[in-house]
């Protein structure tokens, strides 16, 4: 069963506490002992999670912070860039916030990683707390200390590494989420289980249809075996310097989708699609069984895969492969599997590889 609380540690230091709630209401309990009543707070949000959710956070937080006020940018990817950011600046200066005040990101992936990196540049860093409402959020964006933006057609090109002071997940959220956002966030959901835990892997298996109905106390149970996973990775590597890069599992070749697409197809969905891409050559460096691959496409088709166009331009995929982040001395970190439940990091992953598994993945039926 679920703890109520996981705390994230830097060099044996707790930093920052994750608490599992059934509302908004407890975060009352974390304002208090933040001394919130001597801060301001800017909340920010995009407009669809204003809409469900704004209301109910202004009541717990107007009684409890010194002043508040909110930013609504338009939902979507194409708002997490440097332009809304400036706008968040001059908001914040309008309003005077120094130091001493927070800001609070109340939203998916989008809203966290663009109010993070807000509070981590705004004064050279002021505090922020996490209220992540899609599963994407609750289950990896939230955490970890990961921020940025999207820079022209480059994602997250721009960023900074700032450790949020909460995250304060609300899991009934997940209700007003719609069907292919959550199949979104069950791409990193499958994709953490892969790389780390293969009694989770089963454990998705035999619970997908209460998964997939959104039954609140497995999904609650889902949320916090994702956060276990990647409480070990970054606590491990809080910077990205080495074995956090297995997160990257699907990555290489989802972003590359993602980008090709348009950014039709959701995040996540790329990740379910680049993890079938990473798993098949697993398969054909023989490292990981037939029966092992297979049972992964099995396994992630039950939560949903994207369709990709049969005359995609696989060369055109496999260059932006090249741009991403996670290039190193011209060669490509590609995440790999030795078995389910352990991954690995690649550079033996060359442009044929990536071609086969993309006409590979094509090829499914899904
Ligand atoms: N920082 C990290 O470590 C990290 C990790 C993974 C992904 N990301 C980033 O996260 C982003 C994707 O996150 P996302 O999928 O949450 O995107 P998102 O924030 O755009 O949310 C997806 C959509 O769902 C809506 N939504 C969110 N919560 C809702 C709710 N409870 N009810 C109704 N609608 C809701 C939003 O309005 C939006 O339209 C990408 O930009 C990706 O780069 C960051």
Redesign the pocket.
């Known amino acids: 069963m679920t703890a109520e609380r996981l705390t994230i540690n830097m060099n044996n230091v707790p930093v920052y506490d994750i608490t599992y709630n059934d509302s908004f209401d407890n975060l009352k309990q974390f304002l208090e002992g933040y001394n919130a009543d001597k801060k301001k707070c800017l909340i920010v949000s995009?407009?669809?999670?204003a809409s469900?959710?704004m209301d109910a956070i202004l009541r717990v937080m107007e009684g409890n912070c010194k002043y508040v006020t909110t930013y609504i940018f338009p939902?979507?990817?194409a708002s997490?860039n440097l332009d809304v950011v400036r706008k968040i600046y001059e908001k914040l200066i309008l309003e005077k916030f120094d130091r001493n005040d927070f800001i609070a990101a109340l939203?998916?992936?989008?809203?966290?990683?663009m109010a993070?990196f807000t509070a981590a540049t705004f004064l050279r860093g002021i505090d922020f707390i996490q209220i992540p409402?899609?599963l994407?959020?609750d289950v990896?964006?939230s955490?970890?200390g990961?921020?940025?933006v999207?820079f022209d057609s480059y994602?997250?090109m721009v960023g900074a590494f700032h450790m949020p002071k909460h995250v304060y997940i609300n899991t009934n959220?997940?209700s007003?989420?719609?069907k292919a956002?959550f199949r979104?966030?069950m791409g990193?959901v499958t994709k953490s289980a892969l790389l780390r835990d293969a009694e989770f892997f089963d454990w998705l298996e035999e619970n997908s249809s209460r998964i997939n109905s959104f039954e609140p106390e497995v999904i609650k149970e889902m949320i916090y075996k994702c956060n276990l996973i990647k409480k070990d990775v970054v606590e491990k590597d809080p910077t990205e310097k080495g074995e956090r890069a297995l997160l990257n599992l699907g990555h290489t070749l989802g972003h590359a989708l993602e980008k090709y697409m348009e950014f039709k197809l959701?995040?996540?969905e790329c990740v379910s699609a680049g993890t079938i891409m990473a798993s098949f050559i697993s398969f054909r460096k023989g490292l990981i069984s037939q029966e092992d691959h297979e049972k992964i496409i099995k396994v992630l088709k039950l939560f949903g895969l994207p369709k990709v166009p049969a005359d995609i331009d696989i060369e055109r995929v496999i260059s932006y492969t090249k741009n991403d982040k996670k290039v190193q001395d011209g060669k490509v970190k590609f995440i790999l599997l030795r078995s389910i439940g352990e991954a690995f990091i690649s550079k033996e992953v060359n442009d044929e590889d990536m071609a086969e598994a993309m006409r590979y993945y094509i090829s499914l039926d899904t």
């Open positions: 995009d407009s669809r999670v469900h959710y939902e979507g990817e997490k939203g998916g992936g989008v809203t966290g990683d993070g409402t899609s994407l959020a990896d964006s955490i970890g990961k921020t940025g999207d994602k997250n959220t997940i007003t989420l719609d956002q979104s966030g990193e959701l995040h996540g």
